[in-house]
């Protein structure tokens, strides 16, 4: 067996009272494929950070193999200091490297190399960090959560440059097809130790099960053990004194051991709230067209869904799947054509951009709205401590702000609340972004169990086949197709998968000579980007419309007081023109959003 270019050994790590990392481990020979898996929250992220030698561990040891390169791709990369994403991406490369790659892999990511990083959406700026540690062609590559932000054209892309690529690998990923088609062994992080299987993601569930029921059953055993010796203690001793207190502390050593283990972290316990069944006609859109200015989003689409129907909707950043998405739901108008909602229909929506949370919220305040502690499922009251506990929260995050979660908290919280509603049908935004696999796996489940009808945009290709039983897919210009099945039918029927968005100018692609002498191409015209001033505007506006919507609430209840007009005419006509004035701010915002929100869109944000 080849030696290790990079091991980790015996990797010891405490924040806090709890041990982050108890002796883990992990060893990368050349050309290997290795997924780091484990529950959020498990030491993936330090684990890598240690590897890549940006975190040093309490104790263990760390070896790199000498003139070996490695490459580390943070969550959140950190571009400050730099002119340009040009700049940013060869200040990462050394002297042997091919210059020529790092403008080349920023034309390939759709950067030009001219952007200045203080420009850069959350999707851009990840864009060039994988430009960054991809250019120097390293031999091992240290990749955390590489498809964060990415379209399905980007991630295939990316796919493909790995596959092709000669370095080691280390992947951390919630994208099961990424990590099936890229790696062949696995390391699983769990309570603080590494476990390796010599296998490919694809084999990592069952592997998992099968430990988990072994330990189970060991302690099974511990437990019967410690009874039968307990049952020794009380009935069986004798004179024989030596022999009595080496069995005494083994009995103790015993109780320590059950005691001192560590359980597995518990499963997300996800439950929709069911509302009355819907009629069977869910929603009909016939000859739907939208556009904005010259730029056509949906071009003549025609669809009828019906109750119980799972519906993908598939497309690069840009493409409108959002705005799609908005008119199916009466939520936009179209430009032309009809769209109609079904009768009793309760929907229950999930924003990727996560609006819905309020950073200044608490946990508790979040989840109840306010009210107390009680959080109200399908009408019942249950106690908010428990139902916190469903989504893996701990009691004393109950008073913790928004703004203090991780991004899978956050995702968790956002799936609670969506699910306290009652509904019959469910509108999904890209669920899965930064949820572990396990809750992928209960969100998969709850879906398929669910009576209702879902809508559904995602990225994630494995995702898409797991759970939608139609895709409506972006097909260029405004055009969108259904196709029967998930993201894997749809490519079996049209012959490829989701195409990159045409841009307005493709930019030119330099390449290198046979003695792979340095190629330079001409940049192309920087990108338009959002002003700190529409960044602004796009996090305050859902705030400042929901507000408007309760004042619109307020109103028409006041104006729907008995004898209101009678006893104060004033009043009244005071009333009605603040309803009025309420009611076209709203639609204002509401237009002025849109074309914010699409504009993020269209640049990758």
């Known amino acids: 067996m080849a030696p290790p270019l990079l091991l980790l050994q015996d990797t010891r790590l405490t924040f806090g009272g709890t041990p982050l990392l108890e002796g883990a481990e992990l060893s990368v020979s050349a050309g290997e494929r ?25 104790s263990g040891a760390r070896f790199v193999q000498p003139g070996a390169t490695v490459r580390y791709l943070p969550q959140e990369p950190d571009l400050s200091g730099f002119e340009t994403t040009l ?67 980007a991630i295939e892309w990316l796919e493909s440059e790995i596959a092709s690529s000669r370095s080691a690998l280390v992947l951390i990923s ?29 084999f990592f569930e069952e ?45 103790a050593d015993l109780r320590k051991q059950f005691r001192e283990h560590r359980h597995a972290l518990g499963t997300v316990s996800l439950t929709s709230t069911q509302a ?40 690069p950043n840009g493409a409108g799947k ?25 929907m229950a929506t999930l924003d990727q951009r996560r609006a819905a949370l309020d950073p200044e919220r608490s946990v508790r305040d979040t989840l109840t709205d306010g009210r107390g502690d009680q959080v109200f499922i399908g009408g019942n009251p249950r106690h908010v401590i428990g139902y916190m506990k469903d989504f893996l929260f701990m009691p004393e995050q109950a008073r913790t702000p928004v703004s203090s979660l ?21 509108v999904l935004d890209e669920p899965t972004n930064d949820l572990d696999l ?17 809508l559904l945009v995602s990225h994630d290709r494995d995702f898409l086949d797991r759970t939608v039983t139609a895709t409506i897919a972006y097909e260029g210009e405004g055009n969108w197709n259904v196709y029967a099945g998930g993201y894997s039918d749809m490519v079996a029927q049209r012959g490829h998968g989701v195409k990159a968005k045409a841009a307005a100018a493709a930019p030119a692609k330099p390449a290198a000579s046979a003695a792979g002498a340095t190629a330079k191409a001409s940049p192309a015209a920087s990108k338009r980007k959002l002003s700190n001033k529409e960044k602004y505007a796009l996090e305050q506006m859902p705030r400042q419309m929901a507000q408007l919507e309760s004042d619109i609430s307020r109103l028409n209840n006041r104006l729907a007081t008995p004898n209101f007009y009678t006893r104060d005419p004033a009043g009244f006509q005071k009333a009605t023109a603040e309803l009025t004035k309420a009611q076209a701010d709203l639609a204002k915002m509401e237009e002025q959003w849109l074309e914010l929100e699409m504009l993020r869109e269209e640049l990758g944000g």
């Open 87 to 153: 700049a940013y991406v060869e200040a990462g490369m050394g002297p042997g490297d091919q210059e020529y790659r790092a403008l080349y892999l920023l034309n390939e990511l759709g950067l030009t190399g001219d952007e200045h990083p203080s420009t850069l959406s959350g999707g851009e700026a990840r864009r060039a960090a994988l430009a960054r540690v991809l250019a120097p062609e390293p031999d091992i590559l240290l990749l955390d959560e590489p498809t964060n932000h990415l379209d399905l054209p």
């Open 406 to 426: 991780s991004g899978g908290e956050r995702g968790r919280l956002l799936l609670a609340c969506a699910l306290a509603q009652a509904s019959n049908l469910m």
């Open 322 to 346: 959002t705005t799609l998405l908005k008119m199916l739901t009466g939520e936009l108008e179209p430009d032309s054509g009809t769209a109609k909602i079904g009768t009793n229909i309760e």
């Open 207 to 251: 592997w998992r099960d099968q430990v988990l029921e072994e330990e189970e059953r060991d302690q099974q055993k511990l437990a019967r053990q410690i009874v039968a010796e307990e049952h020794w203690m009380r009935y069986g001793v004798t004179a024989r004194r030596k022999r009595n207190m080496r069995r005494v502390g083994q009995l």
């Open 34 to 58: 290795v997924s780091l898996v484990g529950r959020n929250g498990s030491g993936k992220s330090t684990l890598l950070k240690i590897a890549a030698g940006m975190v040093q561990a309490d």
């Open 174 to 202: 919630h994208d099961r097809r990424f990590l099936e088609d890229l790696t062949r062994a696995t390391v699983w992080l769990d309570r603080g130790r590494t476990r390796r299987m010599e296998r490919g993601f694809k």
């Open 276 to 315: 009355e069944v819907s009629g069977k006609l869910v929603m009909e859109a016939e000859h739907i067209a939208k556009s904005y200015g010259d730029r056509v989003i949906v071009r003549d689409l025609s669809i009828r869904i019906q109750r119980g129907d799972r519906i993908g909707i598939v497309g």
């Open 438 to 454: 396990e809750t992928l796996d209960l969100l998969e489940e709850m879906i398929d169990d669910y009576a209702g009808t879902v």
